[in-house]
């Protein structure tokens, strides 16, 4: 069965049924994204609070989302929003989004996981949305190497090094799935090394503003 990275890009006010499905299948995540205001946000919203809390007695792993922009970012930024995830939020993980894929690029990054893994992070994930130079596969838990709608997904392939590396290593994000095409992205998924995904029938400027109906409790044949 294919664990699910879950972008948890939906407020608990708004969307609370969604925030209790996810602790109610721990047993099919692998990790929540937690994105207050893309990125921790300039104070602790409270009402998160309750909602990872459950997450937590469920033992479902919580990664703060920081954005890299590519490699631009200052290092000291992008640590001072982790550390106010683990501050505010109790954050045992962190997503680091809009990742470079270059090699030049690879020194900052491998320096970001030691710092964030030195501060405590358990879970370290690199969101490229393509695949990268393989030595990013040394400093990361999690690799997304394909984010981007259904259509292209069909289509897409894999460079051969992804074969030796563990499955467990990568996940894709696929939008705009029709939803009877939900197992057919999963094995898809499967067959491309990637054991870990998220995939919505949502579509827009935020495809992961809520959680997809039935998907939580589907799986491949």
Known sequence: MIKLVVPAYF??????????????????IRLVVLNPASGPGGQCDEAFLRPLERLREAGVAVAGYVDTDYGSRPAAEVLAEFDRYVDWYEANGVMFDRVSALSADLPHYASLSRAVRAAGAGVVAFNHGAHPAEGYAEHADLLGTFEGPFRSYVDAGIPRWVRRWPADRFFHLVHAVPGKYFADVERLAIRRNAANAYLTDQGGANPWQCLPGGLLASSPS
């Open 11 to 28: 407020y608990p006010t708004v969307r609370p049924g969604d925030w209790a499905e996810l602790a109610r299948h721990p047993d099919r």
